[in-house]
């Protein structure tokens, strides 16, 4: 049995950045409306938008922007 980690599609990373974006602007909203954020929820923001870069970068150097909205 294998124990190396399978690379996803690009596909799969375009699903994985909405899911991020939407739970990045989830809290950037909580944090507009005066609410604050307690320290984990700031630190999940950050991590979100970490991890959208990083597959922002990704797609882009496949040419494959289109599947998050982006231009090609």
């Given at each position: 049995?294998?124990?190396?980690?399978?690379?996803?599609?690009?596909?799969?990373?375009?699903?994985?950045?909405?899911?991020?974006?939407?739970h990045a602007?989830?809290?950037?909203?909580?944090?507009?409306?005066?609410?604050g954020l307690?320290?984990?929820?700031?630190?999940?923001?950050?991590?979100?938008?970490?991890?959208m870069a990083?597959?922002?970068?990704?797609?882009?150097?496949?040419?494959?922007?289109?599947?998050?909205?982006?231009?090609?």
């Amino acid at each position: 049995m294998s124990t190396a980690a399978r690379t996803p599609t690009l596909a799969e990373m375009a699903a994985d950045y909405r899911s991020h974006a939407a739970h990045a602007a989830k809290l950037a909203a909580k944090a507009a409306s005066g609410e604050g954020l307690p320290a984990i929820d700031v630190r999940s923001w950050e991590f979100a938008e970490e991890l959208m870069a990083g597959t922002r970068a990704t797609l882009a150097a496949a040419g494959m922007l289109h599947l998050i909205g982006g231009a090609r």
